[in-house]
């Protein structure tokens, strides 16, 4: 089973970046395709981007574009979301989430829902 | 890319009696692989969403039968058979058919 612990609240200001990590364990990194998620107060879920197995490649939300990275330490199967320039739209809770990912006959296939989802970090940019 | 609707957005429901959401895209989430990645969240107040429903219409592990999902193509629909008190929350639908992955805009379940 897949559990996923997240780093610490932070307060940033203006212009900052924030780093977010996301521990795994009960699977490697490798057998998931890690996502990340953030909701900013009394808002709805933003899908910010995700790694997509099929093609090896980290895909981001345009939105994000050229402001997120998202990077992984499989040695410590740790996932982080890294964000810069940020501003005050940018105070949210962030969370990751996870897609499994099986190997059938040489084929990838990822069960394509969200499970399990990380606790969640808040992010405040105020100055 | 994918834009999700839902309604209601707020439902307010007595204990003991069904609710029922619906969920729509603006077009159709049949992977080509065949499979139609629409998935159900709840999330309750204060903590992180949690699976409820993948592919339509599969439970999720632990997940209690009074919970039930339909659909085809675009058009969705979470039923909740009888609301409990720990059914309050919000209600997403989401697609991961098509990146990129997209939410609904959620709708509110809370007791009368």
């Known amino acids: 089973q897949v559990q996923l612990v997240q780093s610490g609240a932070e307060v940033k200001k203006p212009g900052a970046s924030v780093k977010v990590s996301c521990k795994v364990s009960g699977y490697t990194l490798t057998e998931l395709s890690m996502h990340w998620v953030r909701q900013a107060p009394g808002k709805g879920l933003e899908w910010m981007g995700g790694?997509?197995?099929?093609?090896?490649?980290?895909i981001y939300a345009q939105k994000f574009q050229g402001r997120v990275t998202m990077t992984e330490d499989t040695s410590t199967d740790t996932a982080y979301m890294e964000l810069s320039s940020l501003r005050s739209e940018d105070t949210a809770v962030y969370y990751c989430?996870?897609?499994?990912?099986?190997?059938?006959?040489?084929?990838?296939?990822?069960?394509?829902?969200?499970?399990?989802w990380g606790q969640g970090t808040l992010v405040t940019v105020s100055s | 890319d994918i834009v999700m609707t839902q309604t209601p957005l707020s439902s307010p429901v007595t204990l003991g009696q069904p609710a029922s959401i619906s969920c729509r895209s603006s077009?159709?989430?049949?992977?080509?692989?065949?499979?139609?990645?629409l998935s159900w969240l709840q999330q309750r107040p204060g903590q992180p969403p949690r699976l409820l429903i993948y592919k339509i219409s599969n439970r999720f592990s632990g997940v209690p039968d009074r919970f039930s999902g339909s659909g085809a193509g675009t058009d969705f629909t979470l039923k909740i058979s009888r609301v409990e008190a720990e059914d309050v929350g919000v209600y997403y639908c989401?697609?991961?058919?098509?990146?990129?992955?997209?939410f609904g805009p959620g709708t509110k379940v809370d007791i009368k």
């Open positions: 077009q159709s989430l049949v992977h080509s692989d065949g499979n139609t990645y």
């Open positions: 989401m697609q991961a058919t098509q990146f990129p992955i997209t």
């Open positions: 790694f997509d197995p099929e093609d090896g490649e980290t």
């Open positions: 989430a996870t897609v499994l990912i099986t190997m059938v006959r040489g084929v990838i296939i990822t069960a394509n829902w969200f499970d399990p």
